[in-house]
């Protein structure tokens, strides 16, 4: 009896582990800096958590969308999944301990580093640094918004800037909040247009050179 309850554990384990979804995990740490830790899983299918503490019980989650997940995806397959280093070597100023890891059902690579010059790597990077730059937007808009009205407009024009240089990521879910911020006459006029504008710019079908971007 037991040995048919073990063998029907490990199928349920083998069955869990061939169905899971590939997965890829980011985390930084940095001492001294704010936050000091991010962590960000995307899934295959373009879910996104993010959270800045190991233990987060109120992580956001977004959505990527096709073509940033398939490329977040290729990239890892030209780093083989992270089963090779992708440390430089060179004796730089310490840039906070990133990890990359990979995750298939039972298949796992971890790699860790605080500065590579692989090309590939840094695209990697680049875009896990753009999701950390725009939920941090949003951590900080969604504060002021309750908080600190008369510091809206700044955080609003921090905002603007990502959004300007194309660092914005899942910028629809910016959209509740800058509504509600352009349509309550208790933040100040200059805010509610700002909030106004960005929105507009978010609805607006992005342009061939917009869609091009990285």
């Not at 061939?18 to 001294?32: I, M, N, T, V």
């Not at 990133?98 to 695209?123: C, L, P, W």
């Not at 805010?191 to 990285?214: F, G, L, M, N, V």
């Amino acid at each position: 009896m037991r040995a048919a309850a073990a063998a029907l554990l490990l199928s349920c384990s083998l069955s869990i582990a061939l169905c899971a979804a590939p997965r890829l995990f980011y985390s930084k740490y940095f001492k001294g800096s704010v936050p000091e830790y991010v962590a960000i899983t995307v899934e295959q299918g373009g879910e996104v958590t993010y959270q800045e503490a190991k233990e987060d019980d109120n992580p956001i989650k977004i959505q990527l969308d096709h073509a940033s997940t398939q490329g977040m995806f290729d990239l890892t397959a030209k780093l083989d999944r992270f089963q090779r280093p992708l440390e430089s070597g060179l004796k730089i100023a310490n840039l906070g301990l990133k990890t990359f890891r990979f995750e298939d059902g039972a298949e796992r690579h971890e790699i860790q580093f605080n500065y590579s010059q692989d090309v590939n790597a840094q695209a990697l990077l680049d875009q896990f640094e753009r999701i950390t730059e725009t939920e941090q937007h949003f951590a900080n808009l969604d504060r002021t918004a309750h908080f600190e009205k008369l510091g809206v407009n700044d955080v609003l024009l921090q905002m603007q800037v990502s959004w300007d240089r194309n660092r914005l990521v899942d910028p629809e879910q910016f959209l509740p909040l800058l509504d509600r911020i352009a349509n309550n006459e208790s933040y100040l006029h200059i805010s509610r247009e700002r909030a106004a504008a960005i929105a507009d710019a978010i609805r607006k079908p992005p342009t061939s050179s917009q869609e091009k971007a990285p």
